[in-house]
Nanobody, 123 residues
Framework: QVQLTESGGGSVQAGGSLRLSCVVS????????VGWFRQGPGKEREGVAA????????TYADSVKGRFTISQGNAENTVFLQMNSLEPEDTATYYC????????????????WGQGAQVTVSS
């Protein structure tokens, strides 16, 4: 059974930083794509960043380029999302997801999802 667990959410002031972690268990495909998504109040879930674990290839939404970084931990089952220069507009529940299909920030490409971590940015 595939399980994803996010951690590292919290409340920060604008301009601050947070690092989210996603720990994956039960997923055995070595060429996986891990994505981070977010859903703000009253908004659709949107893609933030994605990473192909075998190659290290990454992609980002325009709204977070230069501020967020997705990376793989030393433990192959962990992926991070480093978020710097946070803005109130970044307030959302953040989800990680994994699959082995087309790698990108389209939520339809992912079948397996975590429960989410709340990030709140105050002005």
């Amino acid at each position: 059974q595939v399980q994803l667990t996010e951690s590292g959410g919290g409340s920060v002031q604008a301009g601050g930083s947070l690092r989210l972690s996603c720990v994956v268990s039960g997923y055995t495909d070595s060429s996986a794509c891990v994505g981070w998504f977010r859903q703000g109040p009253g908004k659709e879930r949107e893609g933030v960043a994605a990473l192909r674990t075998r190659s290290g290839w990454t992609t980002y939404a325009d709204s977070v380029k230069g501020r967020f970084t997705i990376s793989q931990g030393n433990a192959e089952n962990t992926v991070f999302l480093q978020m710097n220069s946070l803005e109130p507009e970044d307030t959302a529940t953040y989800y990680c997801a994994i699959d082995n299909r087309k790698c990108g920030i389209e939520k339809a490409s992912f079948r397996y999802w975590g429960q989410g971590a709340q990030v709140t940015v105050s002005s």
